[in-house]
Every structure is written in C-alpha cells, then in structure tokens.
C-alpha cells in the first residue's frame, strides 16, 4: 500500500499507525503529491 498526502507528513503518520496495526508492506511517498508535481510525473484527473 503507496500512502500519500500533500507534502508526505501525514501519509508518514497514517503509514506507522498501518503498521502498528499489523499491516505489511506500507510505505508513505516521499515528499507527498507536491514532490510528485515538481518532479513532473504525470498524474490523473
């Protein structure tokens, strides 16, 4: 599971509460959709 927010802080926070619970495989993407923007990837409407 690929959390993401805004800037990547609370998609960390949601991450760790994810894997307190038990869940595996969860990873929160660096720097959130805004490093996602800058680095020009392409995104969805």
């Known amino acids: 599971v690929v959390l993401y927010c805004g800037g990547g802080y609370r998609s960390?926070?949601?991450a760790d509460v994810l894997q307190q619970m038990?869940?595996?495989?969860?990873?929160?993407?660096?720097?959130?959709i805004r490093a996602w923007r800058?680095?020009?990837?392409?995104?969805?409407k």
Do not use: D, I, K, Q
Not at 22 to 32: D, K, L
Not at 38 to 44: F, I, V
């Open 12 to 14: 960390a926070l949601a």
């Open 22 to 32: 038990g869940y595996g495989n969860v990873f929160s993407m660096e720097g959130g």
């Open 38 to 44: 800058e680095a020009g990837y392409p995104l969805e």
